[in-house]
């Protein structure tokens, strides 16, 4: 008890006795209330001191619901309890409670919604700063990639996917067009689309009179594959074009190589993709020996070799040239001269080398045979025709996916890789790595060239591949695509399997150190020669000839430790062949073609160089 209540002296009064009736709240249930008290009387007799009974005890509440759970979660917290006044205090303090000016009860909350749940603008901006404190990213990049994903996923779950491709059981081949420049390349494979349906003759028209006004009447099938304005002023092919066809029989994607020295290296890329090349061969008067003696005609022949392309047809074009007209010696002779050249870089004429004559222009012997008038003497099949009748090629749908990249982009908000199916399949879903960087990611999305939607690519298919959680600035051309469980091993140093060819007359022995620059696949880096573990013998290359030289010259086929400036994706020749050929150029020129044999490590280099 408070000392200084108990020495507090008053008189008793008529409110004293008065019920007591708590501070906070009504009465309890069940007690009516009692009348406004009258004002306060003093009275001169005083009366004994009556104790205000205790209030009872409030009935149970009920079990809370979770929404109500929620409601009281939200309401601020109580505020501490007020001491109890004295014993005797209490009936002046429930005799003030009572007045009429005494604070009304208050009135109970309305019920919550699921709105007043809601987070405010405030917390919500809390939320993400810390959010992008903890992941190390701005406030804006984070709110662009939730927006990104968002778009991404709406964009694609709108795409529909192409039964008809799906269920089509066409092969589908890759065919280079390769030759010397202005051999006609351009020009047979614009052909090609007008007379299988894929230009009309409207927009042929169109370019007629454009190549009219350009003085180059005889360009305006070329002008369908070039399109940008630097080819088709100077009537070279710069950058690949690429188209697609079919017949009743496959589907055809057209690779349009430039036939420029200067652009050997696109030719290379758009080669890496082949299966199979056709080598245009002019047959004006000294169109041929331009190409053949001192041109890129031998070249062409011996990359794709190298490439891996099976079939070569050999397209004997412009044979409707008044130097020519249609004359068979001029043709025997052209197929004598090739065949001498082709057996030597190992092609097998009988089965893997085909020769038709075709005027490009006019479109003779491509999709309809020539007339009898202009060569009676040719029986044989058209470049559809004989297109048709190759055997499919062996593909390897079970082996472990491989997609070496040939270009990226944007689309759909996602980034999108292009490249061909070299091994295993790929479905829409499956979990991927990007090599040498190891990037894991998604394959969101599947089409094909012409931009049709599927949902799994066999090997041999060029797809787009819309990737997951990957910047376009990660990815660069010659990084290949592999399953997460096997990817493909990335390499600075291996032991490969060189066939020399002719040399730079200013650099004419081939040693260690000798500097090139590699092409695998769709990748393209510098290298140098660390070792020449062997010299073998070309007729046997299973018997070593030599044990480690000092050098070799043109001609020579050896076994040696190469080293690249920057990690590439390599496979053994034995493994994958695609990723496992290569070609080394230096200033311009190829002088060495080759395979991978085994893949190296620090130390085996080092042991190597101990022997």
């Given at each position: 008890?408070?000392?200084?209540a108990?020495?507090?002296?008053?008189?008793?009064?008529?409110?004293?006795?008065?019920?007591?009736?708590?501070?906070?709240g009504?009465?309890?249930?069940?007690?009516?209330p009692?009348?406004?008290?009258?004002?306060?009387?003093?009275?001169?007799?005083?009366?004994p001191?009556v104790?205000?009974?205790?209030p009872?005890?409030?009935?149970?509440?009920?079990?809370?619901?979770?929404?109500?759970?929620?409601?009281?979660?939200?309401?601020?917290?109580?505020e501490p309890?007020?001491?109890?006044?004295?014993?005797?205090?209490?009936?002046?303090?429930a005799?003030?409670?009572?007045?009429?000016?005494?604070?009304?009860?208050?009135?109970?909350?309305?019920?919550?919604?699921?709105?007043?749940?809601?987070?405010?603008?405030?917390?919500?901006?809390?939320?993400?700063?810390?959010?992008?404190?903890?992941?190390?990213?701005?406030?804006?990049?984070l709110?662009?990639?939730?927006?990104?994903?968002?778009?991404?996923?709406d964009?694609?779950?709108?795409?529909?996917?192409?039964?008809a491709?799906?269920?089509d059981?066409?092969?589908?081949?890759?065919?280079v067009?390769i030759?010397?420049?202005?051999?006609?390349?351009s020009?047979?494979s614009?052909?090609?689309?007008?007379?299988?349906?894929?230009?009309?003759?409207?927009?042929?028209?169109?370019?007629e009179?454009?190549?009219?006004?350009?003085?180059?009447?005889?360009?305006?099938?070329?002008?369908i594959?070039?399109?940008?304005?630097?080819?088709?002023?100077?009537?070279?092919?710069?950058e690949?074009?690429?188209?697609?066809?079919?017949t009743?029989?496959?589907?055809?994607?057209i690779?349009?190589?430039?036939?420029?020295?200067?652009?050997?290296?696109?030719?290379?890329?758009?080669?890496s993709?082949?299966?199979?090349?056709?080598?245009?061969i002019?047959?004006?008067?000294?169109?041929?020996d331009?190409?053949?003696?001192?041109?890129?005609?031998?070249?062409?022949?011996?990359?794709?070799?190298?490439?891996g392309?099976?079939?070569?047809?050999?397209?004997?074009?412009?044979?409707?040239d008044?130097?020519?007209?249609w004359?068979?010696?001029?043709?025997?002779?052209?197929?004598?001269?090739?065949?001498?050249?082709?057996?030597?870089?190992?092609?097998?004429?009988?089965?893997?080398v085909?020769?038709?004559?075709?005027?490009?222009?006019?479109?003779?012997?491509?999709?309809?045979h020539s007339?009898?008038?202009?060569?009676p003497?040719?029986?044989?099949?058209?470049?559809?025709?004989?297109?048709?009748?190759?055997?499919?090629?062996?593909?390897?749908?079970?082996?472990?996916?491989r997609?070496?990249?040939?270009?990226k982009?944007?689309?759909?908000?996602?980034?999108?890789?292009?490249?061909?199916?070299?091994?295993?399949?790929l479905?829409?879903?499956?979990?991927?790595?990007?090599?040498?960087n190891?990037?894991?990611?998604?394959?969101?999305?599947?089409?094909?060239?012409?931009?049709?939607?599927?949902?799994?690519?066999?090997?041999g298919?060029?797809?787009?591949?819309?990737?997951?959680?990957?910047?376009?600035?990660?990815?660069?051309?010659?990084f290949?695509?592999?399953?997460?469980?096997?990817?493909?091993?990335?390499?600075?140093r291996?032991?490969?399997?060189?066939?020399?060819?002719e040399?730079?007359?200013?650099?004419?022995?081939?040693?260690?150190?000798?500097?090139?620059?590699?092409?695998?696949?769709?990748?393209?880096e510098?290298?140098?020669?660390?070792?020449?573990?062997?010299?073998l013998?070309?007729?046997?290359?299973?018997?070593?000839?030599?044990?480690r030289?000092?050098?070799?010259?043109?001609?020579?086929?050896?076994?040696?430790?190469?080293?690249?400036?920057?990690?590439?994706?390599?496979e053994?020749?034995?493994?994958?062949?695609?990723?496992?050929?290569?070609?080394?150029?230096?200033?311009?020129?190829?002088?060495?073609?080759?395979?991978?044999?085994?893949?190296?490590s620090?130390?085996?280099?080092?042991?190597?160089?101990?022997?």
């Amino acid at each position: 008890m408070n000392p200084n209540a108990a020495e507090f002296k008053f008189t008793p009064s008529a409110a004293s006795a008065a019920p007591f009736v708590p501070r906070f709240g009504g009465p309890p249930p069940g007690i009516v209330p009692a009348a406004a008290p009258a004002p306060v009387v003093a009275v001169p007799a005083p009366a004994p001191v009556v104790q205000a009974p205790p209030p009872p005890q409030p009935e149970p509440e009920p079990e809370a619901s979770w929404e109500e759970t929620a409601d009281k979660s939200e309401e601020p917290a109580a505020e501490p309890a007020k001491p109890e006044p004295a014993p005797e205090l209490a009936p002046r303090v429930a005799a003030v409670a009572a007045s009429p000016a005494a604070s009304p009860a208050p009135s109970p909350s309305p019920k919550k919604t699921a709105d007043d749940f809601k987070p405010t603008d405030e917390e919500v901006r809390k939320e993400i700063k810390r959010i992008a404190a903890e992941s190390g990213v701005s406030e804006a990049d984070l709110l662009k990639d939730d927006a990104d994903v968002d778009s991404i996923s709406d964009a694609i779950a709108d795409v529909k996917i192409d039964e008809a491709v799906a269920d089509d059981t066409r092969e589908h081949l890759h065919v280079v067009f390769i030759g010397h420049v202005d051999a006609g390349k351009s020009t047979i494979s614009g052909n090609i689309l007008f007379l299988t349906g894929q230009v009309d003759a409207r927009t042929v028209q169109k370019y007629e009179q454009l190549a009219k006004e350009n003085n180059r009447e005889s360009w305006f099938f070329a002008y369908i594959m070039d399109t940008n304005e630097e080819e088709r002023a100077k009537g070279k092919t710069v950058e690949v074009g690429r188209a697609h066809f079919e017949t009743t029989e496959k589907r055809y994607t057209i690779l349009d190589a430039p036939g420029h020295k200067n652009y050997v290296p696109n030719m290379i890329g758009g080669a890496s993709q082949a299966d199979v090349a056709v080598l245009v061969i002019s047959a004006r008067k000294g169109e041929f020996d331009a190409g053949f003696r001192g041109g890129q005609t031998k070249e062409h022949a011996m990359l794709v070799k190298t490439l891996g392309v099976k079939y070569l047809i050999c397209v004997i074009n412009k044979m409707d040239d008044p130097t020519v007209g249609w004359s068979q010696e001029r043709y025997d002779e052209i197929v004598r001269e090739m065949n001498n050249f082709l057996r030597t870089i190992g092609f097998n004429l009988k089965a893997d080398v085909y020769y038709i004559p075709v005027s490009g222009l006019k479109g003779s012997n491509i999709k309809d045979h020539s007339t009898k008038e202009e060569a009676p003497w040719y029986t044989g099949p058209t470049l559809l025709g004989q297109l048709d009748l190759l055997k499919p090629l062996d593909r390897n749908a079970a082996a472990s996916l491989r997609i070496p990249v040939i270009d990226k982009g944007k689309d759909r908000g996602a980034t999108q890789v292009m490249g061909k199916v070299e091994a295993g399949t790929l479905r829409v879903g499956d979990k991927l790595i990007i090599v040498p960087n190891n990037i894991k990611t998604e394959c969101l999305g599947l089409f094909m060239d012409e931009g049709r939607a599927i949902k799994t690519a066999r090997s041999g298919e060029s797809v787009k591949v819309l990737l997951k959680g990957v910047e376009e600035e990660q990815i660069h051309t010659g990084f290949v695509i592999c399953n997460l469980s096997n990817p493909v091993p990335c390499q600075t140093r291996f032991e490969a399997m060189l066939n020399i060819l002719e040399l730079l007359p200013h650099k004419p022995i081939f040693t260690p150190g000798y500097t090139a620059v590699i092409h695998i696949h769709t990748a393209v880096e510098e290298c140098s020669i660390l070792v020449l573990v062997s010299q073998l013998d070309k007729k046997n290359p299973s018997v070593v000839a030599k044990k480690r030289p000092t050098f070799v010259t043109g001609g020579a086929l050896v076994r040696a430790i190469i080293e690249c400036a920057q990690p590439v994706a390599v496979e053994l020749f034995a493994d994958c062949a695609q990723l496992g050929r290569f070609t080394l150029r230096d200033e311009g020129k190829t002088i060495a073609v080759g395979k991978v044999m085994t893949l190296q490590s620090k130390k085996s280099k080092e042991a190597a160089g101990k022997q």
